[in-house]
């Protein structure tokens, strides 16, 4: 649909053009007044065709789409699942509806742990920007074989996108599967950072830390507990000394306990 949209705005430009300049040619003026040939309604189509052209190129770009309709192009619908985490953002210099176009940068991790690095175009809303920071991790289509380009998912397939992001922690060794069960299955509470220790260990570039947590029951009673874990350098801010955490475990078994942190915090 895009490309015909495109093609039929080109074909009129052609068409009007190729009017305009026959009727220049073809009409007869009074010697020295040839310039009169090219002025009169002839001028109505090119002039509107010039206008109507750009905008049509413009709205039916691959991140206007989008921001239009609320889906990936349809190149990309199908397309895998794997995490971008951003590198660098920057403005394209177009905008919608004064909503401004990135060009963002990403090293995306791919559904088999392959890792590339490639660029997505979006339409970002101004409250927005400043979510797209280097280090923000974004769920992503690509199309195998393909890595000079992707889309951020607009699928509206949370369960799909999450899936892709455990994966990619459990590779980098930021989680486990053991500890997205728990999250899954464990007791939602809140706990109080009492300790932090870095472990001098570091793994794909996450530091490991000791957390010691004062972890309050749901009724109300508490128990402490330390949790090893290794970390995004973003993220550990959010476990500095006095900070309330959310936290799952295991009524069983306490010592089974996970840290619930933003992924992009």
Not at 43 to 70: E, K, R, Y
Not at 99 to 106: A, G, N, V
Not at 166 to 180: D, P
Not at 240 to 264: D, F, I, K, T, W
């Amino acid at each position: 649909m895009k490309k015909l949209i495109r093609i039929a705005a080109l074909l009129f430009l052609l068409g009007s053009l190729g009017h305009y300049v026959r009727q220049g040619l073809g009409q007869r003026t009074d010697e020295g007044m040839e310039f009169l040939a090219w002025v009169g309604p002839q001028m109505v189509a090119p002039i509107i065709a010039l206008t109507v052209v750009p905008v049509v190129f413009a709205f039916t770009g691959d991140s206007v789409m989008t921001a239009l309709s609320g889906r990936n192009s349809a190149a990309f619908r199908d397309g895998l699942v794997g995490v971008g985490t951003v590198t660098a953002t920057r403005p394209t210099g177009a905008s919608h509806n004064g909503q401004p176009e990135l060009r963002i940068d990403l090293m995306v991790e791919g559904a088999d742990g392959a890792r590339f690095a490639s660029c997505a175009r979006a339409v970002v809303p101004m409250t927005d920007l400043a979510l797209l920071k280097p280090g923000t991790m974004l769920p992503v289509r690509y199309l195998p074989g393909r890595t000079d380009r992707v889309e951020l998912d607009r699928s509206g397939d949370f369960g799909k996108a999450q899936g892709a992001m455990n994966e990619a922690m459990i590779r980098q060794g930021v989680t486990t599967r053991e500890s997205l069960e728990i999250a899954e299955r464990g007791v939602v509470a809140q706990a109080v950072v009492r300790t932090l220790e870095v472990l001098g260990e570091i793994r794909d570039g996450n530091p490991k830390v000791l957390v010691g947590l004062a972890v309050t029951r749901p009724d109300g009673s508490t128990f402490t507990t330390e949790v090893a874990k290794f970390l995004p350098p973003r993220a550990v801010g959010q476990v500095q000394v006095g900070r309330v955490v959310n936290v799952h475990y295991l009524p069983q078994n306490e010592s089974a306990l996970v840290l619930a942190l933003q992924a992009n915090g």
